[in-house]
């Protein structure tokens, strides 16, 4: 394929060099940034002023930073364009365009008059237009009040990027805080359209509600994601106090038990008694063995 691009530009470097002279002509685009929404149609226009009885050759090329490779040429389109793309007299009709036909297209249109070749270029940029996929959002499902909460919202398919909308109970959230309307309704939050985040500096138990994020850039439909449920609860101190008094008071009990049984005596008996029944057990078998030694 590479071998292929490259006899094809030297094939045009030396057609224009087999030509005495070479002189520059006008070539004109109507739209030299030319936008078209994903698998939609996109024309890209060059337009020339040569009589109709001249003889042209027509070459469309795409610049790209791994260099420059041929769309049209010879009378027909190459690579990802063929099947796909057509000619309206010298300009190009691309139809179900798609993210990869994004980039920067020139047009080459040369002549052989009496004068010698006479050559002109435009150049032109097509920007693919894709719609948001759904965001993919993060929003934790319980918080402690006074503590720091982040929600976030994302979504990278969109060209351009997407701007991000957050919802609380299905009410759109002010993008602003410490001004006008936020300040009035002592908003704790602080929301960036741009990165999707949603921070709460001191999250309040007011703050416990069901969250979803929109994203949108004006091509197709809005994308949300689902909702999920955010519960913001104080610190029970209360429960806490209770439940450490509790464990010390079941400590203290199980220490007053130990010693009143040492007290009692409990466990120094059960160790006489463990003594007594093996001095016994020893005393029977010393008995059996001088008995048997009589006989």
């Known amino acids: ?3 292929r691009s490259l006899r094809l530009l030297l094939l045009g470097y030396l057609g224009v060099l087999s030509y005495p002279k070479v002189s520059g002509i006008s070539i004109e685009t109507d739209n030299k940034n030319v936008k078209a929404e994903e698998f939609k149609e996109a024309i890209l226009s060059c337009k020339h002023k040569f009589s109709k009885g001249m003889s042209l050759r027509i070459e469309w090329k795409k610049i790209q930073s791994q260099g420059v490779s041929f769309v049209y040429y010879n009378s027909e389109f190459t690579g990802d364009l063929r099947g796909r793309a057509e000619m309206l007299n010298t300009g ?7 993210r990869k036909d994004s980039g920067t297209y020139r ?6 008059s009496e004068e010698g070749q006479r050559l002109g270029e435009a150049t032109i940029t097509l920007t693919v237009l894709v719609a948001p996929t759904t965001p993919v959002c993060e929003v934790p499902s319980s918080a402690m009040t006074g503590t720091v909460v982040e929600l976030s919202c994302k979504e990278t398919e969109g060209s351009p ?3 991000y909308q957050w919802y609380k109970n299905g009410v759109a959230l002010l993008e602003k805080t410490g001004m006008g309307s936020a300040r009035a309704a002592n908003v704790t939050y602080s929301m960036n359209k741009k990165s999707g985040t949603l921070l709460f500096n001191t999250v309040t138990k007011n703050d416990t509600g069901e969250y979803f994020c929109e994203a ?8 949300k994601c689902s909702v999920k449920r955010m519960q913001v609860d104080d610190l029970n101190i209360g429960g806490i106090i209770t439940a450490v008094v509790f464990v010390a008071l079941v400590m203290t009990l199980c220490g007053l038990g130990v010693f ?3 007290k009692k005596g409990y466990f120094t008996k059960e160790s006489s008694s463990q003594k007594k029944t093996n001095y016994q057990s020893t005393s029977e078998k010393d008995f059996k063995h001088t008995k048997s030694f009589v006989i």
């Open 216 to 223: 949108s850039n004006g091509i197709g439909l809005p994308q």
């Open 161 to 163: 990027p997407s701007e």
């Open 107 to 112: 047009c080459e249109i040369s002549a052989k």
């Open 1 to 3: 394929m590479a071998s």
């Open 92 to 98: 190009i009709r691309i139809r179900n365009v798609t």
């Open 260 to 262: 009143y049984a040492q």
